[in-house]
């Protein structure tokens, strides 16, 4: 696992509480654990919890493979206090971001205030969600909920990465203003 960015992140602000889901302990959980101190949860992310096909890389290669998946709402509402702003949330979810980026869109509500979020979009034609997803970008545009404000090239690897910034107030001020 790559944790070169959870280090970056610590050296800048090492107040961060870090909780990390990822289906390999060894691979993934164990550097994470080491590195951020934070928890470290087995399994998937997503909208709904459930056991749910997942494609997983095993041995250099993607595989499909049934998971627990976790709700991203649950696993916040566990972790983090009311009112506790989340200030970076890191997702590759491996085709769950479609769904996810879209139910945070559209229920900015039901989820405390999440500051930035850095997406791994994969190809919306193989995703649930992933037909609807530029409908969510234009609603949550329109409504000022999250901003796109960096955007790799299209489909420059085999996904897209997209930086969005929550315009409200609290977020503004805490990292713009």
Do not use: W
């Not at 200030?87 to 479609?98: Q, V």
């Not at 229920?107 to 409908?135: A, L, S, T």
């Amino acid at each position: 696992m790559d944790v070169k960015a959870e280090k970056d992140l610590l050296k800048m602000l090492p107040q961060c509480k870090f909780i990390g889901v990822d289906p390999d302990p060894d691979k993934s959980g164990k550097p994470f654990i080491e590195v951020t101190k934070g928890k470290y949860i087995e399994g998937a992310v997503g909208v709904s919890a459930g056991f749910y096909n997942s494609t997983v890389l095993k041995k250099n290669a993607y595989k499909q493979e049934v998971l627990q998946h976790y709700s991203l709402k649950e696993l916040l509402s566990q972790n983090f206090k009311d009112n506790e702003i989340v200030d970076f949330l890191f997702m590759d979810i491996e085709g769950a971001e479609f769904e996810l980026i879209e139910d945070l869109i559209n229920n900015p509500n039901e989820y405390p205030i999440i500051c930035q979020i850095n997406v791994e979009f994969h190809d919306p034609n193989e995703h649930k969600g992933g037909k609807r997803f530029f409908q969510s970008m234009m609603k949550s545009v329109k409504e000022k909920v999250y901003l796109p404000i960096k955007v790799d090239p299209l489909m420059k690897y085999s996904f897209n990465r997209i930086f969005f910034m929550n315009i409200n107030e609290i977020c503004l001020n805490k990292f713009y203003i």
